[in-house]
């Protein structure tokens, strides 16, 4: 079955350092890839997103691109700051998008790695 | 931007009793909508795949008579936790898909969670 695996966290940071966050996943055909962000108190939000490979998603700063020679989508910020702080979650998305059905849009996420960045 | 509400936001209740999550589509409709549980710490877990007019989905595992999910309209969807124990205090999140849109990028949207707590 499809699945995904981030790095373990907590990962902390002062402002401004550089931040990865490893994804690799696990599925077949060709899955579109997220990344969510998850701030204290708060839903998820979609923070980027790619859908083909080599396809580059960016937002507020965060990149990822969908590596389909390494399964991998990690995401990437060149100089974080407090406000990053959250829980960052990857997902993917499985199915063709023409296929309907009821199963389509169903995400399979990793487990989260959190994020505390310090002044 | 499309919107998914949730409510309520946070419930506190008695083991034993019964609590009602909605989750609601404000400016979309939705044929499918999707719900999860967060446990601390831990990924977001699909439970069930609710879709409108028809039975829901439940993934492995999930007791659908505990859970109960009612997709009555196209912009509303119910998850009841009968008799709620404390093992099922844990953070609960809707999303939908908008049925209108096609093709890869066809947007999934986050309720704000339910936290549920029982005593």
């Known amino acids: 079955g499809d699945s995904v695996t981030q790095m373990e966290g907590p990962v902390t940071l002062s402002e401004e350092a550089c931040l990865t966050i490893?994804?690799?996943?696990?599925?077949?055909?060709?899955?579109?890839l997220f990344w969510y962000v998850q701030y204290p108190g708060e839903g998820l939000q979609l923070l980027l997103k790619?859908?083909?490979?080599?396809d580059k998603g960016s937002n507020k700063g965060f990149e990822a691109t969908y590596r389909k020679e390494t399964t991998s989508f990690h995401l990437e910020k060149g100089s974080v700051q407090v406000s990053d702080s959250a829980v960052y979650f990857c997902?993917?998305?499985?199915?063709?998008?023409?296929?309907?059905?009821?199963?389509?849009?169903?995400?399979?996420f990793g487990q989260g790695t959190i994020l505390t960045v310090h002044p | 931007g499309a919107v998914v509400s949730q409510h309520p936001s946070w419930v506190i209740c008695k083991s034993g009793t019964s609590v009602k999550i909605e989750c609601r589509s404000l400016?979309?409709?939705?044929?499918?909508m999707f719900w999860y549980r967060q446990f601390p710490k831990q990924s977001l877990m699909l439970m069930a795949t609710s879709n409108e007019g028809s039975k829901a989905t439940y993934e492995q595992g999930v007791e659908k008579d505990k859970f109960l999910i009612n997709h009555a309209s196209l912009t509303l969807s119910t998850l009841t936790v009968t008799s709620a124990h404390p093992e099922d205090s844990s953070f609960y999140i809707c999303?939908?898909?908008?049925?209108?849109?096609?093709?890869?990028?066809?947007?999934?949207?986050f309720g704000d969670g339910t936290r549920l707590s029982i005593l």
């Open positions: 999303s939908a898909r908008d049925f209108r849109s096609t093709g890869p990028n066809q947007p999934q949207h």
């Open positions: 790619a859908t083909k490979a080599d």
């Open positions: 400016d979309f409709q939705a044929t499918t």
């Open positions: 997902a993917l998305r499985r199915g063709h998008p023409n296929a309907g059905g009821t199963s389509y849009g169903k995400l399979t």
């Open positions: 490893n994804c690799t996943y696990t599925a077949t055909g060709y899955p579109s």
